[in-house]
């Protein structure tokens, strides 16, 4: 279980920014937990604060990974222990190839034992196989991690690193921004599979477009950092026809 607890968080700015407020939320194995809010929310902030991002400050509460306090590790440590985020928007690595970058991670996982090494060729395989049903390109794998990749290309790429890692909770935000329609299926279709082999997601989005095809479990609704409503399913299709007006949000439309 991942588990949140009254998470307040500050951002380092000029000064400390306050961020989000006493957030509480947790995901199971299997789960699916999805996060919706309006722009500028705090959704990102909460990913990040989860994943361990330099930039976000933990001013109270606490997060706890199957029991264990894990608030203030390192997010390598995180990230050994089962947890992968996805980002909103992935960053270029120049110099380093997505294949590299996932044997590195994999033998990383395997541990020091040379018994647990998968061979290269044998990843290599895997990757390819995978690749082929996210529909990304074999040759993205030797390219330059999101060097030159297309919006949608990134998040596939994005989601193609989780499911090769197989952690144990994705913190995916917005894996489904950007993707054309079969694109939007596919990611769901490779996220909903992950979820029945027991993985845990914590899934930012704006549309409840994607949660046709991953049902969630819970869905969160964050306004000004604040948890304001958790329900099921129905939350996300109530937000698509009506927006955030009835949590006091204020449309901007410029004409003013
Ligand atoms: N470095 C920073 N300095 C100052 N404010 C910041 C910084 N980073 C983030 N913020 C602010 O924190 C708030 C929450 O941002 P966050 O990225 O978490 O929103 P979000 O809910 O993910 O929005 P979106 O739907 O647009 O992705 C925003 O008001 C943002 O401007
Ligand atoms: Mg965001």
Known sequence: MLEVKNLTVGIKADKIKNVLYNVSLSVAPGE????????????TSLLYSIMGHPRYVILNGKIFLDGEDITFLPPEEKSLRGLFISFQHPVEVEGVRLSTLLIAAKNKRAGESDLLKISDVRMIRDMRQLAARIGLKAEFLRRDVNVGFSGGERKRSELFQALYLKPKYMLLDEPDTGLD???????????SSAVSEGVGVLLVTHYARILNYVRPDRVSVIV?????????????QLIDREGYSKYGVVEVDGSG
């Open 32 to 43: 699916v937990h999805a996060i919706m809010g309006p722009n500028g929310s705090g959704k």
């Open 181 to 191: 329609v079969d694109g939007v299926k596919v990611i769901a279709e490779s996220i």
């Open 224 to 236: 000004n950092g604040r948890i304001v409503e958790t329900g099921g399913p129905e939350l996300a």
